[in-house]
């Protein structure tokens, strides 16, 4: 929504008062003051204590989540016992979220990783949202990230091959009503890709 100086004023005093900057950012876009939905990723998360000991076990789960309870605490040089704590103490904390398996993509014929820059028609709460809900759908998309800058959000998509990301541009993400403009990048090759955290 468009802002005049009043009404930022306005919204300054609100947010000391009843914290509403956790619902909103304020930001200049095409010259315009305006307010957008505060995603979900920046609102304010409680960080956990961990120690080293910690560190050290996520490290190796991250590294090979099959390992097991005992391949852990011969590694780090534990009991079994206090492993096993921290190990559901850091699961029940949300520290670990879950365990997957990674896929490998060219062995499964998904050759193809495009990251597209989506403007919306407006930064509007609704737009926002029903363009979420729409991209949280579609498979293809395995990260969308609402982003500032000139654009909107960036998206990574996985496909087999340019025909497959043609059919996709056309039949799924430029014919929602909230796009306005999509920019695509194509990659010609992959030099980093990992999930390890570094901690």
Do not use: W
């Amino acid at each position: 929504m468009l802002l005049n100086k009043k009404i930022l004023f306005l919204l300054i005093i609100l947010a000391k008062i009843y914290s509403v900057q956790s619902l909103f950012c304020i930001c200049k876009k095409k010259n315009n003051l305006i307010a957008v939905p505060k995603p979900a990723c920046l609102t304010p998360v409680s960080i956990m204590t961990i120690d080293e000991t910690d560190k050290k076990i996520l490290r190796l789960l991250q590294e090979d989540a099959h390992l097991t309870l005992k391949d852990i605490s011969n590694q780090i040089n534990l009991s079994l016992t206090p492993v096993h704590d921290r190990v559901k103490r850091l699961e029940k904390e949300g520290i670990i979220e879950k365990y997957v398996s990674i896929l490998n993509k060219k062995k499964l014929g998904k050759n193809l990783t495009v990251y597209c820059q989506v403007t919306l028609v407006k930064q509007t709460f609704d737009i926002s949202e029903g363009f979420n809900q729409s991209i949280l759908n579609l498979p293809e998309v395995v990260e969308c990230n609402f982003v500032s800058g000139s654009f909107d959000y960036m998206l990574k998509i996985v496909l087999p091959d340019m025909e497959s990301y043609h059919h996709f541009h056309q039949k799924k993400l430029s014919i929602l009503s909230e796009v306005s403009l999509i920019n695509s990048f194509f990659v010609i090759s992959e030099v980093k890709s990992t999930t390890v955290l570094a901690i």
